[in-house]
């Protein structure tokens, strides 16, 4: 019987050993598991981040170029502004330039209707004078002609 004993001891030292080899094998496929599990969540967060950072970045480029774009279509409305206001200014000063030709020629022509004015009066004098006296040389002529 010494045989049973020393196999039962036998089976038992060998199930023990097998309950720590299971064990040990368990704890080494927990620690592996729970390191995968870590790799892969950090792998997931690293490529999240990339993901973000990207996103992030052709935001901040298609940003970037609507800001270019606004800020270029400001410049071309200030140059056209500034080119329409220059424009409205020339006109501005050319209706001034007329206005005073205008002027100008209105007074000239005021001068010369005046002195038209000036001589027609004098000639219209002239004209009375010598119709009175024309008037007066033909009383006179019936006058002398009546006595003759």
């Given at each position: 019987?010494?045989?049973?004993r020393?196999?039962k001891?036998?089976?038992?030292?060998?199930?023990s050993?097998d309950?720590?080899i299971?064990?040990?094998?368990?704890?080494q496929?927990q620690?592996?598991?729970?390191?995968k599990?870590?790799?892969?969540?950090t792998?997931?967060?690293?490529?999240?981040?990339?993901?973000?950072d990207k996103?992030?970045?052709?935001?901040?480029?298609?940003?970037s170029?609507a800001?270019?774009?606004?800020?270029?279509?400001?410049?071309?409305f200030?140059?056209e502004?500034?080119h329409?206001?220059?424009h409205?200014?020339?006109?501005?000063?050319?209706?001034q330039q007329?206005?005073n030709?205008?002027?100008?020629?209105?007074?000239?022509?005021?001068?010369?209707?005046v002195?038209?004015?000036?001589?027609?009066?004098?000639?219209q004098?002239?004209?009375?004078?010598?119709a009175?006296k024309?008037?007066?040389?033909?009383g006179?002529?019936?006058?002398s002609?009546e006595?003759l």
């Amino acid at each position: 019987m010494p045989s049973r004993r020393d196999d039962k001891l036998s089976q038992q030292s060998h199930s023990s050993d097998d309950a720590g080899i299971m064990a040990a094998v368990a704890a080494q496929m927990q620690t592996s598991w729970e390191k995968k599990r870590k790799e892969k969540e950090t792998r997931f967060l690293k490529d999240a981040r990339e993901e973000v950072d990207k996103c992030i970045t052709v935001r901040l480029e298609e940003y970037s170029a609507a800001v270019a774009d606004i800020n270029a279509a400001y410049d071309r409305f200030v140059l056209e502004y500034a080119h329409v206001e220059d424009h409205i200014h020339k006109l501005w000063l050319q209706l001034q330039q007329e206005q005073n030709k205008l002027l100008m020629l209105s007074e000239k022509k005021h001068k010369t209707i005046v002195a038209n004015d000036r001589e027609r009066e004098k000639g219209q004098v002239k004209g009375m004078a010598v119709a009175k006296k024309a008037v007066e040389d033909f009383g006179k002529l019936t006058a002398s002609l009546e006595e003759l």
